[in-house]
């Protein structure tokens, strides 16, 4: 398991160097622009620890604690990754504006964006070793994770590219007003890591998931599966749980009816390429769908089989058709 995630705490001793790099980089220059940077080092070097331990956790196999498995703690980790870079978003443009009106003495900056942009190489070159590794062992945290580095270096090349322009022309106030602007763009990324979280947390419905599980119903084609309605997912990390209820022909007995839906269960997922597992309520199908059902020897068949079962679309696999009266959906 611990192989799985050795990349990430690379990235952790790594991280460490690049942010004394980066502070050693601010106290030789007193650039806030370089200040912002290296705060933004640490609130990586925070999120990415408490990553590297959601990552181990959420792949414990669900337990009599935790029923349901232990992936939401990754949206608890991506939760509390946004929350810090929105802290430092707001810590960083309160300075960045003090700075703006009461004006800054910078001192060897030349030096300092030296030392700053030696550590932000690093982190180019981590996060491309991490996407590398990530693809390797297929996983989306060490992937993301080398994004997110790699978007880190494409800052830090920003923010060197306007202190050049500090350096050669003496105007210091672009300091702070380069610190200004990269703290709103940190502002921004923080909120939208906030917002997904958030989302992923609630259960938010995902229009994609329900699109590839749909189609790959369409996909298994299972021709005792006359319907399917009251389609819902949770999402919990990497793994899926679909709530589900399928309606069958109502003369099967209960054996057979298991084994459908376990089948119908186990080629959905490998067919959609998911990790996850189905909670599925048989229905019975009151002899409503006579017209496609495949049933040769029905002794409660209402007319002939004219048509094949038409495909499963999205609308109707989520909606709960009337008679279940224990559901109140508002509209
Ligand atoms: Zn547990
Ligand atoms: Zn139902
Ligand atoms: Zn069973």
């Known amino acids: 398991m ?17 942010l004394l790099l980066k502070l050693a980089a601010f106290y030789i220059s007193n650039s806030m622009a370089l200040k912002s940077d290296a705060l933004e080092s640490l609130v990586n070097l925070l999120a990415g620890s408490f990553a590297s331990f959601a990552v181990l956790y959420a792949r414990k196999p669900a337990d009599r604690d935790h029923p ?10 991506s939760f509390f990754e946004g929350g810090l870079i929105t802290l430092a978003a707001v810590l960083i443009s309160y300075e960045a504006i003090e ?7 910078l001192k060897r900056l030349g030096l300092g964006l030296l030392i700053n942009f030696g550590a932000g190489s690093m982190n180019g070159i981590l996060g491309m070793w991490l996407i590398h590794m990530g693809k390797k062992k297929r996983s989306a945290a060490i992937e993301a994770d080398g994004h997110h580095l790699l978007s880190d270096f494409i800052t830090t090349l920003g923010v060197a ?3 050049l322009a500090v350096h050669f022309t003496g105007i210091s106030w672009l300091d702070p007003a ?27 419905e995902n229009p994609e998931l329900l699109n590839r599980l749909v189609s790959a119903m369409n996909s298994v084609g299972d021709s005792n599966v006359l319907a399917v309605h009251a389609l819902r997912t949770m999402h919990l990390g990497d793994y899926t749980h679909v709530d589900i209820h399928i309606v069958l022909p109502e003369v099967y007995d209960i054996g057979r009816a298991n084994e459908i839906v376990h089948a119908f269960e186990h080629n959905v997922l490998s067919e959609a390429g998911m990790r996850g597992e189905f909670h599925s309520h048989v229905d ?11 049933v040769e020897q029905c002794p409660i068949r209402q007319e002939p089989r ?3 079962r038409p495909d499963f679309v999205v609308e109707t696999a989520v909606s709960w058709p009337d008679g279940h009266l224990r559901r109140v ?3």
Request: hydrophobic share 45%; glycine share 12%; with cysteine.
């Open 99 to 105: 700075n703006l009106i009461r004006g800054i003495e």
């Open 2 to 18: 611990f192989s799985r995630v050795y990349p990430l705490f690379v990235a952790l001793i790594a991280g460490f160097l690049i």
């Open 329 to 331: 959906l508002e509209v």
């Open 161 to 163: 590219g306007g202190l």
């Open 178 to 204: 380069i610190a200004l602007v990269f703290g709103l763009w940190l502002g921004y990324a923080g909120g939208r890591v906030l917002f997904r979280s958030v989302m992923s947390l609630m259960d938010t």
């Open 284 to 294: 019975p199908c009151k002899r409503q769908y006579c017209s496609h059902c495949s």
């Open 68 to 77: 349901y498995g232990h992936g939401k703690i990754e949206y608890v980790s």
């Open 306 to 308: 004219t048509e094949k």
